[in-house]
């Protein structure tokens, strides 16, 4: 889409206006670094073990900034784990 595409060339030629919401050892959380500049979020939709190959394996996005997702204080997160099912096989 136009916005994908638009995030896309920020990356690359405005990177001021991107952060990486991914947890690396930088991060810092996302309200300490939003400022007039970021224009965009970038999540990478991976497993994690995918996620950290794709982001060693590209210098634009190794260079954003990383910012992490806090909960509100007082709020307990919940989380979802999603792991694939597994559907039997037919009967033998």
Same mark, same amino acid.
């Given at each position: 889409?136009? @916005?994908?595409?638009?995030?896309? $060339?920020?990356?690359?030629?405005?990177?001021?206006?991107? =952060?990486?919401?991914?947890? %690396? &050892? %930088? &991060?810092?959380? #996302? &309200?300490?670094? =939003?400022?007039?500049?970021?224009?965009? *979020?970038?999540?990478?939709?991976? @497993?994690?073990?995918? &996620? /950290? $190959?794709?982001?060693? %394996?590209? $210098?634009? =996005?190794?260079? *954003?900034?990383? %910012?992490? *997702?806090?909960?509100?204080?007082? !709020?307990?997160?919940?989380? =979802?784990?999603? /792991?694939? #099912?597994? #559907? !039997?096989?037919?009967?033998?």
């Amino acid at each position: 889409s136009g @916005t994908s595409a638009a995030a896309l $060339e920020a990356i690359h030629a405005r990177p001021a206006s991107c =952060l990486l919401v991914f947890p %690396a &050892a %930088a &991060a810092r959380p #996302l &309200a300490e670094q =939003l400022d007039d500049q970021v224009q965009y *979020l970038i999540f990478i939709d991976a @497993t994690w073990r995918f &996620a /950290k $190959e794709m982001l060693a %394996a590209s $210098e634009p =996005l190794a260079a *954003l900034r990383c %910012a992490v *997702l806090e909960p509100p204080p007082g !709020a307990r997160p919940n989380f =979802l784990v999603r /792991k694939p #099912l597994l #559907l !039997a096989g037919p009967a033998a």
